[in-house]
């Protein structure tokens, strides 16, 4: 399948930090076409303003607050807002300059992707709230990481992420702008687990942190995240011990301490009730596995 460069004026310029991948556009569209998928840290003056844009655009705010306007209707924006537009939408957003954007977006065509916004629960030109962000930003995080490797098959797999992604919107979006002053804490705490997992010994000391009961947090991650805070920071911990496993030679022991684990024998039952492997069969396993493509290449 042919492919055309996407010119650069395409992309925002107040833009502090990003990663894209960016296949380009198909010349012979058939059903689902992914254009081009980011994440963006957008710098405190960011504002952007299209009369029109090329293809269907959804796009999920993860962290910070502003506004938004679709065809002249005013929307805000803030942590898990999402939002679709297409070629005949007038879009402007504007951040505040206090709590800057970090958001994704996925860009594509095609009549598959015409249908999905045209039927399902997130249309062109609507806003709404994702009841749970999180498992949008993870299937973006994998169109965009699989696209990147540029494998023979990277291209349909991140594809197959988009129409997954398209799918699950019906499942994520509460059909709302506003959210609940519920999913406004639970994203709070949320992201207060993600930038301080590494340090906190207990969720206990991270619900004091945030001026909650333990209770309190422990409802609020059951009600949107079907787990308990306890196991969301274990499952940020294996995260991260898994790139460490890929990424460096450290030893086991060293990367449970660095993974904020007790000590190795907790960290190895944890990893392998997470991966269903023991950190030193996957450290092995990882290590044979170019020797293997090598021999049979």
């Known amino acids: 399948m042919a492919l055309s460069a996407l010119p650069a004026c395409l992309f925002a ?18 059903g689902l076409a992914l254009v081009c998928a980011g994440w963006e ?4 003056d960011y504002e952007l303003d299209r009369r029109a844009f090329p293809w269907l655009v ?13 065809d002249g209707l005013r929307s805000p924006l803030r942590a898990g807002s999402l939002f679709c537009y297409g070629p005949a939408t007038r879009v402007r957003i504007t951040s505040d300059p206090l709590d800057p954007f970090l958001k994704y977006f996925v860009a594509f ?3 598959e992707a015409q249908r999905a916004t045209s039927r ?9 709230q994702a009841v749970y ?27 197959d992420y988009l129409r997954i992604f398209l799918l699950k919107l019906d499942e994520c979006s509460d059909g709302t702008v506003e959210p609940s002053r519920g999913l406004d804490a639970f994203l709070r705490a949320r992201a207060f687990l993600e930038e301080n997992f590494l340090r906190l010994a207990r969720t206990d000391d991270a619900a004091h942190q945030l001026g909650m009961a333990p209770e309190t947090l422990c409802r609020l991650f059951q009600h949107f995240s079907k787990t308990s805070p306890h196991q969301f ?3 940020l911990r294996v995260n991260l011990a898994v790139d460490l496993l890929l990424g460096t030679n450290l030893l086991v022991k060293q990367i449970a301490e660095q993974a904020g684990f007790e000590d ?13 492997i023991s950190p030193a069969a996957f450290q092995r396993l990882m290590r044979q596995q170019p020797a293997r493509e090598l021999a049979t290449s």
């Open 13 to 30: 310029t107040q833009i502090q930090e990003a990663r894209y991948y960016s296949p380009g556009v198909p010349r012979s569209l058939r």
């Open 58 to 70: 959804v796009e999920l705010v993860l962290r910070g607050a502003g506004a938004l306007e679709l």
């Open 109 to 111: 065509t095609g009549p």
């Open 41 to 44: 840290l957008c710098r405190p």
């Open 264 to 276: 190795p024998y907790h960290f190895s039952r944890v990893f392998k009730k997470v991966q269903g």
């Open 120 to 128: 399902g629960a997130l249309r062109v030109g609507q806003a709404r």
């Open 133 to 159: 962000p999180r498992e949008l930003q993870e299937i973006l995080d994998r169109v965009i990481a699989e696209g990147n490797r540029k494998s023979p098959a990277s291209s349909t797999i991140a594809n």
């Open 233 to 235: 920071v274990l499952q």
